[in-house]
Structure formats: C-alpha cells, structure tokens
C-alpha cells in the first residue's frame, strides 16, 4: 500500500474523486512515425470563423494556444501522450493529438486513438436515464427499486431513494466505493452487473437528497436501472440509443479488440509502462466507458445543441437543460452537481456558467468542460492519472473566459462562543472515512484541523459560508430537522464528499466522564471503529487479540470504504511483525508496530525507551511517542525516557487511545518517501 504524503493525498482524491482525468482528440491525421513527442500533428481542415464575443476565435490562434499549454503542461506531469479537441458554434475548431499512444513502438496520438474515459462515463449514463424520463418509462422521484427487476436496496433512512438522487451524487449509500476496484485480470473475464450489485450492495445511511458524496455505486446502479427498464442489458441500450445515433462507432462499455487495438498505452504518473485494468463489473456504468476524439466532437455538438444532432434528437431540449443546470449546492453561490455533471473548482469558472466531467482510470485520464451559454465545449484524454487536466482546464478559461469584473470581496462577522456551539465537533467525510476534522472555536472565529491537510481559520461571511486565510469557502449545512450536520469546504481534497457531524456521546456505563481515555473511547464509538462489548458497557481493561487489534486498525485507518485497498493494507499492516496469530493477544509493542506500517508518522524529537522491547518494535514505538501517539498511562521518567511498557498485554481502552491519536484529525508529520 501506498504511503500517503500531504500531496500524495491530496493527488489521490482528485483522481479517485472527481476529475484528475480527461479524455479527448477529434478530427486529426496521423503524424508521421519518427517524429518528435509533443510536435504538433498535420491536422484535418478546421472551421476558420469567429466563435462570438468570448472564447476562441480563431483556428490558428487556438492551436497555437494549445500547443504552448500542452508542451508545458505534458512536461510538468510527464504525460507521454495527450489530445485535445474544441468545438464552437457547431464547428470543430481544433482536434490536434501530442506526443505518443504508445512511447516504445512510436505510435503518436490522434483522432482515432481510444482512451479509457472513466468517470465521464457517468454522464453517458446520466442521458440514458434521462432518455427513459423523456420517453415516461422512468419517473426521476420515484423509488428507484420501481426499476430494479425486484432487487432490494437496504435503507435505513425512511425516505425512499430515487433515480434523481443517484444522478445528482446525492444517493446516501454507506460505501459509494465498493465497486471501485480495477485488475489486468478482469479483462478477459465477463462479470455480469446484476451479481456483482447484489454481492455488494451498499446501505442507504443519510437521508437521500441531503448530502453530495462522489458516488461510484450509484451510477452503476442507475445503469443497471437503464437496462432493466428498457428490457436490454446497459452496454446493449448505449449502443442502440446512444452510440449508433451518434455515429460513435470507436465509443463502447467493452473493451471491443477492434477498440483495444487503438487503444493508447497506460502509463504512471513517472512514465513507467502500466497494463491495461479492467472491471467488476465488466459493464461499468460509473466509468467503464472508451472513446476517441472523433466520437467525442459529436457528443460534445449534440450537447451544445440542446440533444439533436444532425437532425436526430437524441434526448430533449428540457432534459439537457437539467444536465447543465446545477442541482446541488452547499451555499447559493457555490455550485457542485447537475444531474450527471459537476461544478467543482468554482474560482476557475471565471464568473462563467461551466459544467465539468472528468474522469480517471489507472494509466489514462479524462476530461469534458462545457460552456452551455457561450456555445464552447472542449475534450481531453492523456495516458497517465495526473492532475493536467485541471492545468488546462484553468489555462483555457483564462485565456478565453477571463473573469469580466473582479470577484466582490466578502465582509466578515465575528461568531459568538455560543453560537459556535451548533458548528463545533467531530465530522467525518461522507466518502472517505480516513478524512476527519475537528471544528472548534477562538477568538470569534472556528478553526477547523483535517487529518495532514493542518489547521485554518475560518471567517463567518454569513451564519453558513465561511472563508480561509487562503479564500477557499466551506459551506455549513443544515438536516431536515435543522441542526446544523454537514459542511463542504471548497478546497482539495475535501471535494469528494461533504463531511458529517458525528455524535460523540456514548452510552457506556464504565466509562466515567473524568476518565483519561473517555473522549478516545467516545471518538472511535462515535467512528464506529470501536463498540463496546455489550449495548452499555465498554470494558475498557479487557485485553484484545493480534486478530481483534488488526481488525480495528483496519476500521481507524479509514479506507475500508474502498475495499480493493483492503487486500495491500492488510499486507502493509503486518509488514515485519514476527508470529502473527490472531487467537492470540496483542501486545503493546505489536500493536505499535502495526500502527506505525499503516500511519507511517515521521520522527520527531528523540526518544529514549526504557523497560524491554523488542528490537523489531523500537523504532516504530519510538516514531509514535515522538509525535505524541502514547495514551495517558505512558509517561515521562526524571531522566527524560519513556517506558511504553512494551511487553504487556494491550487493553481496550489503551487501544482507543493509540487509535484515536493515530489517525485522528490532528496534523501529524509524514514519513516523505
């Protein structure tokens, strides 16, 4: 498993979240073999009139635009090869491909080179559905199991979920991620959609329609939903309602051989050669989609045409309307979903109505912007999992779509202590378990602290918008019942979900209220990472065993919400731990050590243990205590050293401390490898 620095981190969730990817390239010729990487292609003939008062206007000027962006940008992020096509006005005014498909055989980019989208497949499957509301088959506010063919969807909510909450990211299910995880060995196996939905099928937890949570399982429910209702499979009605009418025959769910002999090569984000991941399962209707550029141009016309192309009316003027007009907003100002679409990055719209859709796979990325009212859509696909869509999402916005006036600078209020009360907590991502933060109060302002993303101050613009000393907006929000429960701060990599107030009062009849370990015991309740051993008592000087501490460790760490992750956090987990077994009981030092491969914390100031420890767990134990990870019984000797009591038995109660410590929503250093 991977070690996650601040940056790594951040990188990860753009990429599992929402658009660290793109996909793109339109009407191209091939460029000659032997040319250099990055030289601009010979390009098919391109449309030469103005495109209106904003935005590009002129061929030649665009691409050379493009070509400077793309040879900075490619360098940056080591992208061995990239394409990028614009559409306005109903012309192409540029589809030009860069560097190479595929670096060792010296294929280039172009137009007809086919690029695993990934979660642009999303809003592809967003029309779909919404074809099936224009033709009165699917209701968006009706209770989705109307369109499931009998299967269940566990829900604890009593509010029934809908097609238009799995559309507008909105759905409430527990584990968004469960069907996330990708493997070469996938793709020459066929796993059919309805068994894979039923093996893992998530639990409805928030009330749906109140909270934004990026959700993989809930498009693939919409499309197996697609299937169901049209009596085909999902990979059959794209290609007859969608695909064919388009004409975007290098455009499929599959991975065609015709399709993977164009395919660009995948690479890592240092140019390192990767193979080709597919599916569970095979259909993907989250992201399991491939496209070239000439395919995309088409798509990107019919949207900017209210639904028609070429005469053909592929889903209707009022349908499209919702996909471009924002559904979800966690403050008025600052949008994040349509149905299908997204808004993310609201600083970088320059002012202007944009709808975005990026996408990410391993080794190939992927992104749609769309200018509705400026009648301008642009594509782009690379073959790594970098964040340079995002460098050429802003470069073209800027260039073409500068802000026309500046931003109104907001005015401040100071927040009382009492008032503060409603917002002060814990709050733990709706997404990602391992992102949790803290909000309290100084000074009339709240302070939030993430994990290893630090400490800011924010400032009450209005009683629920708030700013960082670095301008990024967090909106509170509010649950039916008017308590205020989720916040959504408006920077990486908090995107990927809002973040949940947590309950941390626990029922526990032996813990008392003075107890040195009752907040730990209360946060990793409050978590559930930790039950007690009855409905009322926690027990907190029972011992644990190396199978029950593990089992724990997994639940603090916070990513059992995307299980492909589970298999090499388990390995990483017990990395140098001698004589495994999990009958038997854990020790402090085991426990610390264990800790330690997963949270990889850096070292502090020295550390001098005394007592006995085993030589395997000294610098782990010693790493830990060094940034305060030790719970309360630990302490400081006259000489300075610490004994961590390494050889005992570890209790309940001790392991909430360490838990809690170690992956709380402190700032913690880490290990930089």
Excluded: C
């Excluded at 088959?137 to 909450?165: A, C, F, R, S, W």
């Excluded at 569970?280 to 496209?291: E, F, K, L, Q």
């Excluded at 495994?580 to 850096?602: C, F, G, H, W």
């Amino acid at each position: 498993m991977k070690k996650w620095t601040r940056k790594k981190l951040a990188l990860l969730l753009l990429t599992v979240a929402l658009l660290t990817a793109t996909a793109i390239t339109a009407v191209t010729a091939y460029m000659r073999p032997g040319n250099a990487p990055n030289t601009p292609q010979a390009s098919a003939p391109v449309a030469s009139e103005e495109a209106g008062p904003d935005g590009p206007r002129d061929a030649k000027e665009l691409e050379a635009f493009a070509d400077g962006i793309f040879a900075d940008a490619m360098k940056k992020y080591n992208t061995v090869g990239s394409n990028f096509a614009v559409v306005s006005n109903g012309k192409v005014l540029l589809s030009k491909g860069y560097g190479y498909a595929d670096r060792e055989n010296k294929i280039p980019v172009d137009s007809s080179t086919v690029f695993q989208i990934g979660s642009v497949t999303k809003q592809f499957t967003a029309l779909a559905a919404m074809q099936l509301v224009d033709k009165g088959k699917i209701d968006l506010h009706h209770d989705i199991q109307e369109y499931l063919g009998g299967m269940k969807v566990p829900n604890t909510t009593g509010k029934k979920l809908t097609m238009y909450d799995l559309l507008t990211y909105t759905s409430g299910f527990d584990k968004p991620d469960i069907l996330s995880g990708s493997k070469p060995e996938y793709v020459k196996q066929f796993y059919p959609m309805k068994e894979a939905l039923e093996a893992n099928m998530p639990t409805v937890v928030r009330t749906p329609g109140e909270a934004y949570t990026y959700d993989n399982f809930g498009f693939t429910l919409a499309g197996y939903a697609v299937g169901e209702v049209a009596g085909t499979s999902y990979a059959q009605y794209m290609e007859d309602n969608i695909f064919k009418p388009l004409g975007m025959n290098s455009t499929n769910v599959r991975f065609k051989p015709e399709l993977l002999g164009r395919m660009a090569a995948h690479y890592d984000p240092k140019g390192k050669l990767i193979p080709l991941e597919g599916f569970i399962p095979t259909d993907r209707p989250s992201g399991g989609m491939v496209s070239n550029a000439d395919d995309m141009v088409k798509y990107l016309m019919m949207h900017l045409n209210n639904g028609t192309y070429e005469g053909k009316e592929i889903l209707s003027p009022e349908s499209i309307k919702q996909m471009h007009t924002y559904q979800v907003f966690p403050d008025k100002d600052y949008p994040v979903t349509t149905i299908g679409f997204e808004g993310y990055f609201t600083e970088k719209m320059n002012g202007h109505h944009v709808v975005i859709k990026g996408g990410n796979v391993t080794g190939h990325s992927s992104l749609i912007v769309l200018l509705p009212e400026e009648n301008t859509a642009f594509y782009m696909s690379y073959n790594n999992d970098s964040m340079m869509s995002l460098d050429v999402y802003e470069a073209f916005m800027n260039h073409y779509f500068p802000r026309k006036e500046a931003a109104p600078q907001p005015s401040y209020s100071e927040i009382s202590e009492q008032q503060a009360k409603d917002y002060t907590g814990l709050y733990q991502n709706t997404r990602l378990g391992s992102m949790r933060s803290h909000v309290s109060y100084s000074d009339g302002k709240l302070v939030i602290e993430t994990g290893d993303l630090g400490k800011s101050t924010l400032k009450m613009i209005h009683p629920l918008l708030f700013e960082d000393e670095a301008g990024n907006k967090l909106a509170f929000q509010k649950n039916g019942a008017g308590q205020i429960t989720y916040f959504y701060y408006m920077t990486l990599p908090h995107y990927v979900g809002y973040a949940q107030k947590v309950d941390t009062n626990a029922p526990f009849t032996d813990v008392p209220a003075d107890s040195k370990y009752a907040s730990y015991i209360h946060n990793l309740y409050a978590l559930k990472i930790m039950d007690g051993k009855s409905a009322t008592l926690f027990d907190p000087n029972e011992t644990l065993t190396q199978g029950e501490f593990s089992e724990l460790l997994l639940h603090a760490h916070g990513w059992e919400s995307m299980p492909y992750t589970i298999e090499g956090n388990k390995k990483q987990m017990l990395s140098g731990l001698p004589n495994y077994k999990p009958d038997s009981p854990v020790t402090r030092e085991m426990a610390a050590l264990m800790i330690q491969n997963l949270r990889q914390a850096e070292p502090g100031t020295k550390v001098t243990l005394s007592g006995e420890t085993d030589a395997w767990a000294v610098e782990a134990i010693t790493t830990l205590v060094s940034q305060g990870i030790m719970d309360p019984d630990t302490g400081i000797n006259s000489d300075g050293s610490i004994d961590f009591r390494s050889k005992q038995l570890l209790k309940r109660q001790e392991a909430s401390a360490l838990l809690d410590l170690a992956f709380d929503y402190y700032t913690l250093p880490i290990l930089k490898k």
